[in-house]
Structure formats: C-alpha cells, structure tokens
C-alpha cells in the first residue's frame, strides 16, 4: 500500500510508536542501527485479520513493527514459529524486540515487495522452484517437541462449516434442506478422511506469492503464525490455487510434478504415483477452497470488509475443477447445483 502519514487520532499507533522508542536503543545494538530517532513510521500493509504493519526507516536499516490488539491477536505463536522456522533453514523475520501483552513486535524488514507483486508468466518458474524449494526445507522440519496445533477432524470441519454457516446462510440467504444437508456431510466425510491418511508434515496454512517477499535469500516468508500440523498436499496446494491469481491448469501440473519428484527424493512420505498425489491436492484443495469462500463471506458480513468476496469466483472456478477430475466429488457437485452456485 502507498506510504502515508500516521493518524494522531490512533491510539494504538500511539502507544506502538511510545514503545518502540523505549525498545530503539536496545534495537539499535542487535540490527546496527545508527540512528536512534522515531520517525518515518509509515503504514506497510494490512490483512484480513486484525493486525497491522509499520516500517521504520533509517540510513542504516528498515524495520518493521506488528500491532497485533490482544485480545483478538495473539503474537506468541508468530514469535514461536519465527525461532522455529529460523532454526530450520527458512528466511523469515528476526524478532528484535516483544511485547505480548501489548501485542507489539520489532522485526527485521524482508524487503518492500511480495512475490504477487513481480509473477507473471515470464519469471513464474524460476520464482515457484525457489518456493518449492523452501516448502521442502520447512516440511523437513522435525515436529516431535513442537507441541504444534493439529490440523485434526475437529478443524478441518469447523473450517468446512465456514462455507455453509458464512456463505451460503449468510450471504446467499438459504437454509439447507435435508437432502442438502446429506449431500454436504457426504462430502465432508469425504474430504476430511482424504485429509487425515496423508502424511503429517509442518503447515504453514498461508504458503502463497502475498506472503513471499522478494529478498535476500529469496523467498522471506511471512504469515506464518497459524502454523500446524498436518496434511502433506496443504501448502503446495495453497501456493497454485491462490486467491488473487490463477495459472493454466497445465503450468500448475507440471509445478506440482517437480514439487513431487523433489520432496520424494529428499525422502518426504507421498503416494508412489503422481497420480494417487493430485488426488490427494485436489481433495485437499477442495477443502480449502470451500472454507476460503467462507471465510471471505465473513470477513464480509462480520468485519465489514466486502472487497473480499469479488474473489470468490475464482475458488468456485478452483472447486469446478476439482470436481470435473474427481468422480468423488458428485455429492457436492450436487449440492452446488442444487443451491445454483457457478463460478
């Protein structure tokens, strides 16, 4: 987003930009920074969620500073997974300085650019081996002492419901008959067994371009706070059906292919066959992509930010054609006719 000036009227902000000077000195020491003065605090982006970003600039070092409000952000499990991430070989940000009561963080700067603001067709394949790379590297990553969250049937199905309870109650306005209600837990039961018999690795949960920084080394990765564990096909899935951009079907075979092939050679547990494999990514993906859609409804009709929902038909497109690949899928192919949702 373009930089601009801090509002004085945020208290938040203000308090953000009262700590960070008490923490500056200290900061000053482990990043080299010279300059110790607080200004040129500008906006660096936002999400979907509730937190948001700010970079400090100096002649010396860019930082960037997280205001994540307690209590609806939780910032210890984004400084767990940093250290983890870190220690595992992939580039994400140091933290510098906490505050967890606050909900307040110094990190190092990645760089000002995602990778959704440079792919195109020219250079999306040198980009992606170098995600596919570093997905291996996290998914190697030993889980053992983690005590990470599990993505187990309880989530996976609080996830599906999102579709149902946000998009299709919510805003399609339709309450589901019996039939329809049959046909949603025939394809549930069916995603979320797929989900649980992969191979338990690291998930990242957000593995795509706005959440790859351009940098040195290339990828940075960012959003990684929800991090659990869980199905293998998750992130690489994630990474080719993103939600501000789409490839031709053939391009996304051929990465999921190399994908393959790499992280069975570095002795990561998938089907024997690329075949029994894009099963399990479509399955996979179909889940994610109905509570996508779902969330994008409530982050609509709960948070009030609508510009969300313009891209729910590239996830129906996405779930078009999963269903045309999997015979499986017929109930909920069912079920979307039934409720005339097209992409």
């Known amino acids: ?11 938040r902000l203000q308090a953000l930009t009262h700590w960070f000077a008490e923490q500056l000195p200290h900061i000053a020491q482990q990043a080299g920074v010279v300059e110790t003065t607080v200004h040129h605090l500008l906006p660096a982006s936002s999400d979907a969620s509730f937190r948001r970003y700010f970079r400090w600039q100096s002649s010396a070092a860019d930082l960037v500073l997280m205001d994540a409000p307690p209590p609806q952000e939780d910032c210890r499990p984004f400084v767990k997974m940093a250290q983890v991430l870190a220690q595992g070989g992939v580039y994400v940000p140091e933290v510098l300085a906490q505050d967890l009561a606050q909900g307040f963080l110094v990190l190092t700067d990645l760089g000002q650019q995602t990778w959704l603001e440079v792919l195109n067709e020219d250079n999306a394949d040198e980009l992606f081996s ?11 990553i030993p889980t053992q002492t983690l005590a990470l969250p599990l993505y187990d ?20 306005g339709v309450t589901l008959t019996e039939q329809q209600q049959y046909l949603w837990q025939k394809s549930c039961d069916l995603l979320v067994a797929s ?11 957000d593995y795509m371009p706005r959440n790859l920084m351009l940098s040195t080394p290339n990828p940075g990765v960012l959003d990684f ?12 899935t994630s990474l080719f059906k993103d939600a501000f951009i789409s490839w031709p079907e053939t391009k996304v075979q051929a990465w999921l292919q190399q994908y393959w092939q790499q992280a069975r050679a570095h002795g990561i547990q998938l089907p024997e066959t690329f075949a029994a494999f894009q099963d399990d990514c479509d399955l996979m993906g179909a889940q994610r992509h109905l509570k996508v859609i779902g969330i994008f409804a409530r982050i609509c009709h709960r948070d009030g930010k609508p510009r ?13 054609q999963v269903i045309e690949r999997q015979p499986e899928l017929a109930p909920l192919a069912q079920l979307l006719a039934s409720l005339s949702i097209e992409e």
Request: glycine fraction near 2%; hydrophobic fraction near 45%; avoid cysteine.
């Open 153 to 172: 049937e309880a989530l996976l199905r609080r996830e599906l419901q999102l579709f149902v309870d946000w998009y299709v109650e919510r805003e399609l």
């Open 130 to 140: 170098l995600a596919i790379d570093t997905l291996i590297t996290l998914q190697q």
């Open 225 to 236: 706070q929800d991090a659990v564990l869980g199905p293998v096909s998750y992130d690489i």
């Open 1 to 11: 987003m373009p930089n601009q000036p801090i509002n004085v009227d945020d208290s």
């Open 195 to 205: 989900a649980l018999k992969q191979q338990q690795v690291l998930v990242h949960r």
């Open 308 to 320: 969300y929902l313009a891209d729910v038909p590239r996830f129906l497109k996405y779930l078009q």
